[in-house]
């Protein structure tokens, strides 16, 4: 027999829950996995034979910095929004980006320096130039190092506006995926019914 009335209407709703947290081994896994990412990145870098190439190659570099850049991108926000744990692959999606920003630029310092030493204050390796890359990543500016030609201050200039606008835009973007996928996965919200309502109101509860 089935129960009418104002019982019926007060019947259990069960209420969507947040999102299930990662657990610490999915952590673990992605911070390693992160690692490993971070670490062939500049293994390529350290160990890739692009200071030999031919000149004018500097631009077909940035060409295709820029399309990696763009299939990495989409291809980060498309797992984000399908990951079961959005917050944790966006995080590791933000380095990976940080890495495309940092690295390529790194890697035309060198190489425009290898052309010219007199580009820079100071002839620069490999290390000279990423960590050049990162003091005007960090806007830190310690002086030592910095651009004499026009060349390589269109460059740097280049990477501060790259740095300022990308960096922003992806970060609202990641974390607009990530609240989206996170709202999907707790479900819609239940309806509140209006006896509950009524019971949780003191005055109307008094009253009865």
């Known amino acids: 027999m089935t129960a009418t009335g104002p019982a019926a209407s007060r019947g259990p709703l069960a209420a969507p829950g947040p999102p299930p947290r990662p657990g610490v081994g999915v952590a673990v896994l992605s911070v390693l996995r992160t690692l490993l990412v971070t670490v062939l990145a500049l293994l390529v870098y350290a160990e890739a034979p692009w200071d030999r190439l031919r000149d004018g190659s500097a631009v077909a570099l940035f060409l295709a910095w820029l399309v990696l850049l763009g299939v990495a991108l989409w291809w980060q926000l498309r797992s984000v ?74 460059l740097v200039t280049l990477q501060m506006v790259i740095d300022l606008v990308l960096i922003g835009v992806i970060v609202k973007v990641l974390t607009g995926v990530a609240r989206r996928r996170r709202d999907v996965l707790r479900g819609p919200a239940a309806p509140v019914l209006l006896d509950d309502a009524m019971d949780d109101d003191p005055g109307v509860r008094d009253e009865r």
């Open 81 to 154: 929004a399908r990951s079961p744990h959005p917050w944790l692959r966006a995080a590791q999606a933000v380095v990976l980006v940080l890495l495309l920003l940092v690295v390529p630029f790194a890697t035309v310092y060198a190489y425009a320096s290898a052309q010219d030493p007199a580009n820079f204050t100071q002839p620069l390796t490999r290390i000279d130039a990423l960590y050049f890359t990162v003091t005007v990543f960090a806007t830190v500016g310690f002086g030592d190092i910095a651009p004499v030609t026009e060349a390589a201050r269109v």
